[in-house]
């Protein structure tokens, strides 16, 4: 059974810095690349940043491009999305999400399998 965990949301400032950690099992390594989302209120789900396993390969939107970096802990089965100089426009549900599709896949229908979320918040 595939479970991903995601951890490290809470309240912070503009300017401030956080860390999400996204803690998967069931998943068959290093063949799933992985990716974060967000939802904020009233919007669509919209791709945040996405990795190999190897992390060899990472790509970002455009918005997050020079202030948020993934990485993966192969030994403890993580990956962790890296949030500096936040945005009150940051704030949203950040979800961590797994396929087995090859490429820079940013579409939500391209991954199999999701978080829960974790919520973040960015005041002013």
């Known amino acids: 059974q595939v479970q991903l965990v995601e951890s490290g949301g809470g309240l912070v400032q503009a300017g401030d810095s956080l860390r999400l950690s996204c803690a998967a099992s069931g998943l068959s390594f290093p063949t799933y690349a992985m990716a974060w989302f967000r939802q904020a209120p009233g919007k669509a789900r919209e791709f945040v940043a996405s990795i190999t396993w190897s992390g060899g390969s990472t790509y970002y939107t455009d918005s997050v491009t020079g202030r948020f970096t993934t990485s993966t802990d192969n030994a403890k089965n993580t990956v962790y999305l890296q949030m500096n100089s936040l945005k009150p426009e940051d704030t949203a549900v950040y979800y961590c999400?797994?396929?087995?599709?090859?490429?820079?896949?940013?579409?939500?229908?391209?991954?199999?399998?999701w978080g829960q979320g974790t919520q973040v918040t960015v005041s002013s």
């Open positions: 999400a797994a396929t087995r599709r090859a490429g820079a896949r940013i579409r939500v229908i391209d991954y199999d399998y």
